[in-house]
């Protein structure tokens, strides 16, 4: 009987590690980091005006408002710092106190970004290529944290490499197309394994994911000048799914939890090979600009995300032995979510001082997608406030430079969750309290137009 018992509790702790393996990605886990040109104005861009050569992501379109050359070439700096305020009845922490709060480790990555556009045929034909970061993040919770049997160290790295061309039908009207690679340069997600099952004072064990992988995808844009004063942009992503392939590596194991759970022998480790889908989701863009003389401009953005086109994942798992694979599915585990469509508003305003300086400054919002009860701790999904402040100058009419900085507010959500979705009542227990954060960004872009063009 206590064998059985073992063998059940086994797999559902096994299972716990697969349900988690790649959670959905949500508004922490878009980023937008294009360029400092378009994060100081708040990240608008789709209306086409005034862009660097990141214009073939933002809206390929607009290539063919950018004469000749056009050479951008960057990185932005993230510093992250999120909290969790437990509210006394946290699972996998019931003796702290009452708004006792658990600081993650702060996260400071730098992001590159570069982009170049070129005109053909007297500027009617426009091509170019951009790398940039749309999607990703990272997140760090100590090993002793409410949220460590949900996740502890979360690592996802996403490049976009889009060639995109352009074709300006008349003064009014431009098209253009791109493609879409997305890249998951770094996957990884770290998390404790509850053992507490196998005895009291059973030390957790470690659950470690790695995977890359990438997928093909494409984008659409317009451009609309009815007169000298407005312009307007529409922009449409396509859904790309990622196939990421890896290794989850599980540590701390020795004795009956690995013997009974993955057939290792009682040994400390077990390994696997995995592959795993993770959706970028489509999406719509509309941007508006007013110019209202030539010395400001403004513009507004919406955008359209269909979270809910990644509302089921899978983990596949490979190689595995007859223990294992009795206790780990060895076809698709399909996790539903149900994520919510979001809008996304983003305001913008370009100030022109003279040929070599201008000013700007903006402002958005991005909602969150996931409902509480799928609430993870991973990607922190909690609406967020962005204000933005930048600046160009121009040392010639070649050459020049973009800073931006933008502060992100975060705001608070209360999460109850008492066991980790996927597992049995407190097999891997769950988290109580409210999770907020706040980040600082900083941009830089070095800008270089030259009048060649083919």
Known sequence: MKKRLHSVIGALLSLSVASQAFALGTASYSSE?????????????????????????????????????????????????????????????????????????ATSVVVPDFGVTTQFMDGKLSAGLAVVAPFGLETHFDG???????????????????????????????????????????????????????????????TDLTATGGGWGYHLGTTIKPNEKNEIGVVYHSNVKMNLTGNLLVTGIAG?????????????????????????????QLGWAFMPNEQWRFELDAAWYDWYAARQLGIVFNGLNATAASNLPTFENPTVFNPRKSINLAFGANYKANDQLQLRGGAYYEAASLPESQFDPAFV???????????????????GVDFAYNAVFFHSRSINIQQIPGTAANAQPGFSGSFSSFANIVSANLNYKFDTHF
Request: avoid cysteine.
């Open 381 to 399: 999904d909690l609406p967020r406030y962005g204000l933005t402040a930048g600046t160009s100058y121009a040392f010639t009419k070649a050459l």
């Open 144 to 206: 002793d944290s409410p949220m460590r049997y949900a996740a502890t160290d979360t690592r996802l790295h996403v490049i976009d490499i889009t060639p995109s061309v352009a074709y300006k039908i008349n003064d009014m009207f431009s098209v253009g197309v791109g493609a879409d690679y997305y890249d998951t340069t770094e996957g990884q997600l770290d998390h404790k394994l509850n053992l507490s099952a196998f005895g009291a004072g059973t030390p957790d064990g470690n």
């Open 256 to 284: 009956a939890p690995g013997a009974v759970i993955f057939g290792n022998g009682g040994a400390n480790t077990f390994s696997a090979g995995v592959s795993a889908p993770v959706y970028i989701p489509q999406n719509v």
């Open 33 to 105: 980091l294009i360029s400092a040109r378009s994060l100081g104005q708040g990240g608008v861009g789709v209306a086409g005006v005034d862009l660097d050569g990141s214009s073939s992501y933002l809206n390929p379109a607009a290539m063919t408002s950018q004469p000749g050359t056009q050479i951008t070439i960057g990185g932005t700096y993230v510093n992250a710092s999120p909290s969790f305020t437990n509210a006394g009845n946290s699972p996998a922490n019931p003796g702290q106190g009452n708004g006792s709060v658990t600081g993650a480790r």
